[in-house]
């Protein structure tokens, strides 16, 4: 294998695995680090140091290896900036208790309408439960990889490509905001609201925090807001995000003084027990549209799914 290129990220020697990916460390080259560790393996044990049990084990069968595929043992030397993949146990999680619906499934693409509670990717807590390996081991879809993402909160159109070779092809669709994407809302009604409207702003979101902020500065997220109907106290509304930054739609609901409809961290956060999916939150990606960087041809993905608080 030949060696990684700077800022590029090491493909893995290792298949995924019931539908997980191989767990990727990167030995760190800070003179603490290469002064303290003599072995790859005593920075393998430095880091999961609870699992030398397990990861004797894996070492024995030939399951810890390099950047280039190399089982690592007990006398392999640590290499700074090397690579080092295994497979981690999964955590113990609670099964979501809903079914993803297949909404397309070609050569290139899998669309579905995920639902509520359900985690995109491996992130965090939920790992195991998430919705790209579910849909890996069920469809036999070893390689399948997310387009874009979702919240675990929000129900509705999740794209994912199929191949390793047209993936990026789609992903770039996403970056490049070429993809025309519609969410659907429940929020209160607040007659003095004057709608449509766009709203724009900068939104910041910290690694390891869990909610997102509006900061002063340059607007980095923008979103359409359109009123459809009126039930009472409630609204339905129809969300366009021209950008796709972290909880952006949640967080300019708020900003509008609607806050949709359940939302455990916006306008103040309170706790919701992991297996409670009693109150999901009121927002559903309604449709994905775009032209086909690969065949030219306009694509419509929509669901037909209905939020709880509209009946």
Known sequence: MPPVEPGRRARSPLPVRDGLNATRLVLPHDPVSTARFTRTLDYVLHRFPGDAERLAVKVAAGEVVDGRGRPVTARTPYEPRGFVFLYRDPPVEPEVPFEIAVLHRDENLLVVDKPHFLASI??????????????????????????HRLDRVTAGVLVLTVRPEVRG??????????????????????PALALPCTVRSRIHKERGVMRATEVPGEPNAESHVELVDVRGTLGRYRLRPHTGKTHQLRLHMNRLGVPILHDNFYPEPYDVAPDDYSRPLQLVSRSVEFTDPLSGRPRLFATDRRLDAWG
């Open 122 to 147: 491996p992130r965090g807590a939920f790992v195991a439960r998430s919705a790209l390996v579910r849909l890996r081991r069920d469809l036999d879809l070893p390689e399948l990889s997310p387009a």
């Open 169 to 190: 092809a789609y992903q770039e669709l996403f970056a490049r905001r070429e993809v025309r994407k519609e969410y659907e809302a429940v929020a209160p009604f607040d």
